[in-house]
Structure formats: structure tokens, C-alpha cells
């Protein structure tokens, strides 16, 4: 691991020097180091940095876990520019299960030890909170010991609101109903100006906010989100973790940051291209780095694939997220490298130890099931 002397000794510039010390200080970096660290930073430098941050957080521990996603409908009452996702109802390529057909979906799993499911679509204009809460209690009655992380806060602003609840309301009838957490999905960037242009008629950065917010008040862990290497600029990226650093220095019910990158095909964005693999890490470093109190960093494998999910453990990353099966379309749908995004239990340690990395199996609150 980098150490003081390191530091010292590097020829590095004396602007980095001085970042690095406060990181090696356990200091809280400044939004304006922080952006100089993305425009400036060199890239093998800022790489044992956040190395640095996450040995110390986690020693080798990569996390992952087993689990299978349920996408209830890609029918969409909105139209982000990026999603190639979303369709209307009756359109080709749109479907919308049925309770039912959900829990047949959660029986395939019956005997094998998944430990959680994960459950997020489009926002359908028919569905509401009672619907979805039934679909819950369902998966939960089934199922006792499955943790259900589910619904994005755009998800969640919608069928709050049609239930006639306030945000406080409905988020505890939805744990009356068996929602153990919330994804980070929705998030996107906070910006107003640029979530304006991406996804304007969407849930706003405030009540996206608010919606986390209340729900680490009423003890329902959540995760973030970010949509990165699109129009956004990176006074943007840092201006997005400044909000959820300040909001989870009132909680601390955030468990986990997670990157996700613009995938172009599909999409009404696809002319802008995507970022590179340099960009990932850069993005990846720069977030253990800045995000302080937000424990874990996961890099999404489905979404930037194996290669770069093993660089990106010696880039701040500690979670790899779960197995998954090859149950969620978002990321396929948008022209992933790998369509049939499926890992077992073994090729997961396997990615992991062949970065040089202790695989551990947690549940999605981070408790250790299994050390590898
Ligand atoms: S990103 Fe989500 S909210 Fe936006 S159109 Fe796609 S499914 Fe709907």
C-alpha cells in the first residue's frame, strides 16, 4: 500500500502532493481538489490513492453476492434521452408481468441460496404502491429469508404519489409490506441543468434526495447511483457526490456508491459515443477518494464488463455486485459487450482472485456469508 514516504518522495506536482497527504491523513478532499484530481490527476498515481482508501476500508475483501433481478415492465410514462430501455404499452418489445408470472420467477431460486432479489422497471402508468406492495408480500410470504431491495426513487416518487401517501407514508407501508431496501437507480445526475436536458420530466434532484432521505430515517437502507460519460461535465460528477456526501453525513444510511456508465446504443444519445476504459478508472478512483463516509464503491460488471471490473479493483472498487443470471435487460438493451450477462458463484471468485483479491460472499447489508 502507498505510504507517507511514497508520497513524499513521488515526483508528483506539489498540487497533488498535497491532496494526497490529506488522503493519507484520513482529511475530507475539498470539491475543488476533487475536480482537480479528475482534470489533472495522473491516472497510476491516483490509482494507489484510492487503492490506498479502499485497503484500508476493506484489506483484499472484493464483495459480491447471489442474487436475481425481476424487471415487472419496461413500459415507461417517461422518455429519458439515454434509456433504450423504456417502451410504451402495446409497442413492440414491451412486456409487463404478471404477479403471478413473478413468482414463478422467484420459485426457479426455491432451494438454491440466493439472498436477495432485485426488483426495478419502468414507471407503468397503471401500477401503484397497493399492486407493487402485493408483490412484495407475495415474494416475502414465498420466501421469508429473501431480501427484497426494490424500486428506483423515480419508481417510488410515482406510486407514492398515486396512493395519495407522503413520501414518509408510503416508504413504511412498503416496509409493512416487505421492502427490506432501495436501489441507487434514478439518480442519474443531479445538475439540474443537465438532468433537465437528459431527463427532465422525471423526479427532480430534490425529491430524489428527499426520497433516500426519508427512507434512512425510517431504517431503509438504500444505495447511489450515478449516470456518467454522457453531456455531463465533471464539475457535474463532483457536484452529484457533494450531495450525497452531505446527505449521507446526516444519515450514514447510504451502503454503497455505484458508477454506472452511458452504454449508446438505442438510445437518443448514441451520437455522443461512450467514455473510455481510462475514464471508468479515473471515475472509479476519484469517487473512493471523495466519497468518504460512503463504505463501499462497486463497479457493475455487466455494465463495463470483466476486464475492466478486475482493473477496477486496484481503482477504489470493492463489490463486483451478485451473480445475477441473465435476468435484467437495462444494460443489453443499451449494447453491452456481453448479452447474456450471467456468472456463477465460481467464475465471480475466480474474476476476483485473479486480480489478486479475496473473494467474500455478503448478503446485501454487507454481512459475510462466505470467505473464499
Ligand atoms: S430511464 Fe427509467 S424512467 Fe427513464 S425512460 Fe427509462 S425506464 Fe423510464
Redesign the pocket.
Known sequence: MINIETILASDISAELKHIAQKVFHKQRISPEEGLWLFHKAELGFLGSLANMVRERLHGDNTYFNRNFHIEPT?I?????S??S??RNAGQEGAWEFSTDEMLEMVKKYDGQPVTEVHIV???HPKRDLHYYGELLKTIKTHRPDLHIKAF?A?ELEFMIKRAGMSISEGLKALKTYGLDSIPG??AEIFDEQIRKEV?GA?STTDIWLEIHETAHKVEIPSNATILYGHIEKYEHRIDHMLRLRDLQDRTGGFNTYIPLKFRKENNHLSYLGEVSTEEDLRNYAVSRIFLDNIPHLKAYWPMIGKPTTQLALSFGVDDIDGTIDDTTKIYTMAGVEDQTPVMNTASLVELIKGANRIAVERDTLYNTIKAY
Open positions: 419496461n415507461c410514462i417517461y422518455n429519458c439515454f434509456c430501455y423504456k422497471g419502468g414507471v428506483t423515480v437507480g434514478g431527463c422525471k
